[in-house]
């Protein structure tokens, strides 16, 4: 590997860190406006509400299992690069803890105030989402889960999947939120926002940074 390819790698792994710090406070932003998490971030909330957890931790649990789940699912077809996602779940959860201490002190006394920080966290989210999938490193453990069950279920779109998923995921939030604290927390209309707004905002920023080369 030459200079060049050295420094075009390093462009990468400093565009996923970018990414990934934008997510981690667009999640931090969304737990503020308690309007309902993202649905990747709905279980680690929930989790942390009935268990001495930060969001931070119990995401970066979270991680290790999509990470299992992929090993499982792949099995020989499993690429030991994908571990990468293991150190990468602990910088992601880290920094959403950061991230959560950082807006401690943003608050939302009305309504159209929660829907404003909620919304501010649904864009950072899809910047953080878009500049990762730009980086083209490696992917989160999550989306991880859902390219493994694509390649073993070619059939199957990767959209279709990825829907599929994240309803799993916030049925498993809202099961966890009853069970455990006798009410629904942590999935809300932001919730929902977050589901149509995000995939949509980032396919659009994708395009914008198509302009970029890393080459």
Known sequence: MNHKSHFNLLKRYVLLLAGLTIMAF????????????????????????????????????????????????????????????????????????????AVQGITCHAYWQQWIVCLIGILLVAVGVSLEVKAGVVVLAGEGVVLAVCQVLPKIKFGYMKVGFDVT???????????????????????????????????????????????
């Not at 809202?174 to 905002?201: D, H, K, M, N, Y």
């Not at 396919?203 to 970029?212: D, H, P, T």
Request: hydrophobic letters at 55%; proline letters at 4%.
């Open 26 to 101: 667009g999640v931090a932003f969304s737990i503020k406006a308690s309007l309902g998490t993202s649905p990747i971030s709905s279980v680690p909330y929930v989790a942390s509400l009935f268990t001495p957890l930060t969001v931070g931790t119990a995401t970066i649990i979270m991680h290790c299992v999509f990470i299992l789940l992929q090993i499982l699912i792949l099995r020989k077809n499993y690429h030991p690069i994908q571990l990468m996602q293991l150190p990468v779940a602990f910088f992601f959860g880290y920094l959403t803890d950061f991230g959560v201490w």
């Open 169 to 215: 995921l916030v049925i498993t939030a809202c099961v966890l939120s009853l069970v455990f604290t006798g009410q629904l927390q942590g999935v809300r209309e932001g919730t929902v926002a977050a589901a149509l707004l995000v995939g949509l905002i980032a396919k659009r920023l994708g395009k914008i940074w198509e302009r970029w080369r890393l080459e």
